[in-house]
């Protein structure tokens, strides 16, 4: 199942004013990566190559590299944590990176061009501080199972690149120029973005491998509010692969389950409401994107057990109706799950999936898919003869923590990659009930994205959309999207805002010669300050932070 030619696992760089190379150190390796940093080529060479006065440090993998306004920059992984193994496969979390730039000097930039591309290298630093980068150089972590048990001899001798599922390599977009090198694949390392979980687990004193993995996908990739729906080629935003797995005496066991959001064309663009009202498109055909998307669905997964998580009233409920006529015209079947034993032979396939649809897919979805993964477990570890007939998973203490403790984590990780914060309701999550620190948590949380999904997801959906290259870096752009002129309402009204309030409490504070001139003062202040507040959020899109590389209609 693993690739014959893994990726380099041990690597150092070696830096030198005119260029980067990258010697692999691995056991009987002699390949380097030599990089111009002035004519951007790529070539390999052999450690006889690299001059003795080079900087010299180590790292775990190239990331990519990518072009900014003071040109290119190559991203390294300078810092990994283990996982765990997965069949006798080291499994990496990336935990920290280095960007470094191809040129010696800033001195060809102007101060707006410098500008500039601190915010994008700002950006990018942003999205790799989001915790969730995890590799394998030995291992295809972006297939199930069942997909690498089903492939060719052919596909077996392909690079890790070559062979990863697009979807869920999120530095594919930085790894392009490696990609078109077959002869580098060996240094080019696919990163999956989202969460993984390994366990080593004893029941009834028979020790079991168990694994959590969701892989979050490239496409259509955004932040809670500003990436919704489904684009015209069928990706849903927020799509999530989560494979629970069991490896018992040879044998193993996978279950994969989708979430994702409603597959039609809407939008819920921030607005400073705590709730922003849904809008379904009106000029586009719902029914042929929908069908794309599930198509694509039906091709990689078999049948599809949609699970419809959406609220069927207030502000959810048009599109719980819409997705509801929608789903009447497709169907499903029941689920299984994929197994095969300890001589390597395919002895169950999992012939459809369960796809969550939900607003956020985060909180609610969560909650069913551990349900749903739980019900899955049950019947392989008693097939596998892990349990008796009869035991029950939830009788099992040690692990039903174990269990419940990997899907909270599981849903922190998912959100705070997409909402900014921890998951609500992992309380119940980790002790199947609902707890007074539980409500209070998620009532801080709720504050918190709140915060972030109006005053800095801009930002976030632009980093998100310069790393996946969604938006490419133009030197000779004559005007940066980074400035666009606000309306005079952006400054002026929190200004007036803020200077009646602050006179509406001075008034109260150091009141007048009676009462009466006292109250006049603060009614005239405060209605001031709840009128400009009022106006504030009549105009609630002009006040939040909205990105700026990609245009919002080519996101809808």
């Not at 990496?92 to 915010?119: E, G, P, R, V």
């Not at 999956?192 to 491998?209: L, P, R």
């Not at 801009?458 to 666009?484: K, M, W």
Request: net charge positive.
């Amino acid at each position: 199942m693993a690739a014959t030619a893994g990726a380099y696992e041990k690597l150092k760089l070696h830096i030198t004013p005119e260029k980067f190379y990258v010697e692999a150190c691995d056991d009987g390796a002699n390949d380097v990566l030599a990089i111009d940093r002035v004519s951007t080529e790529v070539t390999l060479t052999v450690k006889k190559d690299v001059p003795p006065s080079a900087v010299t440090r180590s790292i775990y993998g190239i990331l990519g590299t990518i072009r900014l306004v003071a040109g290119n920059y190559l991203i390294v992984i300078t810092k990994k944590k283990k996982v765990g193994e997965c069949f006798n496969h080291a499994v990496w979390k990336a935990t920290d990176f280095d960007i470094l730039s191809y040129k010696k000097t800033m001195l060809h930039l102007t101060d707006i061009q410098l500008q500039d591309n601190k915010a994008f290298l700002a950006m990018l630093s942003h999205i790799l501080n989001v915790d969730g980068f995890y590799f394998s150089t030995t291992y295809d972590l972006t297939h199930t199972l069942q997909r690498l048990a089903n492939t060719s001899p052919e596909f077996q001798e392909m690079s890790l690149l070559e062979r990863a599922d697009p979807r869920f390599v999120w530095n594919g977009h930085l790894l392009r120029e490696f990609a078109a090198q077959p002869e580098i694949h060996r240094f080019a390392l696919p990163v999956m973005h989202g969460f993984i979980a390994m366990h080593s687990c004893s029941i009834n004193g028979k020790y079991f491998d168990w694994l959590l993995i969701s892989r979050r996908s490239c496409f259509r990739a955004g932040v809670r509010y500003y990436v919704r729906g489904i684009d015209s080629e069928g990706h849903a935003a927020n799509f999530v692969e989560t494979e629970q797995i069991v490896h018992y005496n040879g044998s193993k066991a996978s279950f994969v389950q989708t979430r994702g959001s409603i597959p039609f064309f809407w939008s819920q663009r921030p607005n400073l409401k705590y709730k922003p009202k849904p809008q379904i498109s009106k000029v586009v055909n719902h029914m042929d994107g929908f069908q794309r998307h599930f198509d694509s669905q039906i091709i990689s997964y078999g049948k599809q057990m949609i699970v419809n998580l959406v609220n069927q009233k207030g502000s959810e409920k048009p599109l719980e109706q819409t997705f509801a006529k929608m789903v009447n015209s497709l169907g499903n079947g029941m689920v299984s799950y994929f197994l095969v034993d300890s001589d390597g032979k395919v002895v169950t396939q999992q012939d459809g999936i369960f796809r969550s649809n939900c607003m956020d897919c985060l909180d609610r979805t969560n909650v069913i898919q551990s349900l749903l993964a739980r019900r899955s477990l049950q019947a392989q570890l008693q097939r596998l003869g892990v349990l008796h007939v009869g035991q029950r998973i939830e009788e099992q203490a040690e692990f039903e923590k174990i269990y419940k403790n990997a899907w909270a984590d599981n849903a922190n990780a998912c959100a705070k990659q997409y909402a900014g914060t921890g998951a609500l309701k992992t309380d119940y999550t980790r002790t199947g009930k609902r707890t007074q620190w539980g409500l209070i948590m998620d009532g801080w949380n709720s504050l918190i994205r709140y915060y972030k999904n109006n005053f800095s997801d801009g930002f976030r959906q632009d980093a998100i959309d310069l790393f996946l290259g969604n938006y490419s870096v133009d030197e000779v752009e004559s005007v940066s999207p980074l400035h666009t002129q606000k309306d005079w309402k952006f400054l002026a009204l929190p200004i007036i805002m803020v200077v009646a309030f602050s006179m509406c409490i001075i008034c109260l504070l150091m009141a007048g010669d009676t009462w009466t001139e006292t109250l006049a003062y603060v009614l005239f202040w405060g209605t001031a300050s709840f009128g400009t507040l009022a106006i504030i959020f009549y105009n609630g899109k002009d006040f939040v932070d909205a990105p700026k590389l990609v245009q919002k209609e080519k996101m809808d």
